[in-house]
């Protein structure tokens, strides 16, 4: 079974940095591209950005990019999500999901950052 | 930028057949995905690529696409329904994934 396990998650102030990560396992991860998504208290799902199975394509959300930076180890079966200059507005439940057909197959957890002074 | 529409809220009775609708201009040319998400729990995949459903998911749960509608079908619905509903494109016009807002399944 597919397992996605989310940590990095915490409160920091804004302006502030966070790495998330996300371990992958029972697959090949290497020959799957993936995703993060994040969702705010209360509030409906929101794509943050896409990374392809070998880093060749990467792909940001408007909201993010030039902040936020998607990379993945596949040696450590690993991804993650460089956040700099964070904003209160950042707040949610970030997951990270694998690749089935066109969409997102399999979820995490999620792993809540709270950006608050 | 691309915009899905949901309804917010949809009612159903247990044993009835829901519809879902994902409204999008000329969505029937992208692939609609679907997702189901309850009270504190990630999202689970129930739909993909319009109509095919993941390895687990009850063939209650359907998918089709045309024109400008998409729609998740959920036959003989179940207590265990009630959750929200989220679909999703890719938008090639601007390299985003799009998520609508979401339709809040109701069982009565």
């Known amino acids: 079974e597919v397992q996605l396990v989310e940590s990095g998650g915490g409160l920091v102030k804004p302006g502030g940095s966070l790495r998330l990560s996300c371990v992958a396992s029972e697959f090949t991860f290497s020959d799957y591209g993936m995703h993060w998504v994040r969702q705010a208290p209360g509030k409906g799902l929101e794509w943050v950005s896409s990374?392809?199975?070998?880093?060749?394509?990467?792909y940001y959300a408007d909201a993010v990019k030039g902040r936020f930076t998607i990379s993945r180890d596949n040696a450590k079966n690993s991804l993650f999500l460089q956040m700099n200059s964070l904003r209160v507005e950042d707040t949610a439940v970030y997951y990270c999901a694998r690749v089935l057909g066109g969409g997102h197959g399999y979820w995490g957890q999620g792993t809540l950052v709270t950006v608050s002074s | 930028s691309y915009v899905l529409t949901q309804p917010p809220s949809v009612s159903v009775a247990p044993g009835q057949t829901a519809s879902l609708s994902c409204g999008g201009n000329?969505?029937?040319?992208?692939?609609v995905h679907w997702y189901q998400q309850k009270p504190g729990q990630a999202p689970v995949m129930v739909v993909y690529?319009?109509?095919d459903r993941p390895s687990g998911i009850p063939e209650r749960f359907s998918g089709s696409n045309s024109g400008n509608t998409a729609t998740l079908t959920i036959s003989r619905v179940e207590a265990g329904d009630e959750a929200d509903y989220y679909c999703q494109v890719w938008d090639s016009t601007t390299d985003h994934y799009v998520f609508g807002a979401g339709t809040k399944v109701t069982v009565l």
């Open positions: 990374i392809s199975s070998i880093s060749s394509r990467i």
């Open positions: 000329n969505i029937a040319d992208k692939s």
């Open positions: 690529d319009d109509s």
